[in-house]
């Protein structure tokens, strides 16, 4: 039962197909669980996750929770109707406790699984709102998820092999196109939707679009498209 009164019904009849991690950006999460149980702050997740992985459900997964803001994910424009939200305990600097993402894992196995999620639907914050939002941040461990099936990844080899894609690997037209079908809004500047592309699979990369960049996203694109009539070859 959720004991944050700050929800509403899904709206035409949505039910969730999408998770949206986020993370607290405070230091005590138990100001951050009050804060998203204070009717002041119209804002609320389903679950929240402390550093100690204690698991504190919210809101109710059947009904709409307030956490997802604008942004917007291939063609879901009302995230909050179609997801689930979890928020992490975490500044946004620190790496993430290990109690904390054995919680987590354990929470999404149970999540997908009652609603039929695939893991190429589990997101971040930051994937839906580009440029708005940077969480989980630069430190959450994606791959993690990636290797329990319980969120999705480039191919390993795609990387290796971006060198041979000479002077296209920085093509920015095929790069946002590629995005587009993977998921992320095209109505970012190049540089927002490359920030928040490498937050999420080239972590710790910067710079200008490089050859590598085009493969992830190109190889994400043919395994995990939102968007299949986006990019036709």
């Known amino acids: 039962m959720g004991v944050s009164p700050n929800f509403g019904e899904r709206r035409d009849g949505a039910v969730p197909d999408l998770v949206v991690i986020h993370y607290t950006a405070m230091a005590d999460w138990t100001k951050a669980r009050d804060w998203l149980c204070n009717p002041e702050a119209e804002v609320s997740a389903h679950y929240i996750i402390s550093p100690a992985?204690?698991?504190?459900?919210?809101?109710?997964e059947d009904k709409r929770a307030w956490h997802a803001g604008a942004g917007?994910?291939?063609?879901?424009?009302?995230?909050?109707?179609?997801?689930?939200?979890?928020?992490?305990?975490?500044?946004?600097?620190?790496?993430?406790?290990?109690?904390?993402?054995?919680?987590?894992?354990?929470?999404?196995r149970?999540?997908?699984?009652?609603?039929?999620?695939?893991?190429?639907?589990?997101?971040?914050?930051?994937?839906?709102?580009?440029?708005?939002?940077?969480?989980?941040?630069?430190?959450?461990?994606?791959?993690?998820?990636?290797?329990?099936?319980?969120?999705?990844?480039?191919?390993?080899?795609?990387?290796?092999?971006?060198?041979?894609?000479?002077?296209e690997g920085t093509d920015e037209a095929a790069f946002v196109q590629a995005m587009r079908r993977i998921g992320y809004t095209a109505n970012a500047p190049l540089e927002t939707l490359l920030s928040s592309f490498r937050l999420r699979h080239r972590q710790g990369h910067a710079g200008p679009l490089d050859a590598a960049d085009l493969a992830v996203a190109r190889d994400l694109a043919v395994r995990f498209p939102v968007a299949p009539t986006v990019l036709t070859s």
Do not use: Y
């Not at 992985?53 to 109710?60: K, R, S």
């Not at 997908?112 to 708005?132: F, K, Q, Y």
């Not at 969480?135 to 092999?161: I, N, Y």
């Open 53 to 60: 992985g204690e698991i504190v459900a919210l809101v109710d």
């Open 72 to 108: 917007a994910w291939g063609d879901v424009t009302d995230v909050n109707s179609r997801s689930i939200g979890i928020e992490l305990s975490n500044d946004g600097a620190s790496p993430f406790s290990a109690p904390l993402m054995d919680a987590l894992e354990s929470l999404l």
């Open 110 to 167: 149970g999540i997908i699984t009652r609603w039929s999620i695939p893991p190429e639907r589990v997101i971040g914050h930051s994937d839906l709102a580009p440029g708005r939002k940077i969480d989980p941040g630069p430190r959450f461990d994606w791959a993690r998820l990636s290797r329990s099936g319980l969120a999705v990844s480039s191919s390993p080899t795609c990387e290796r092999s971006s060198d041979e894609e000479g002077p």
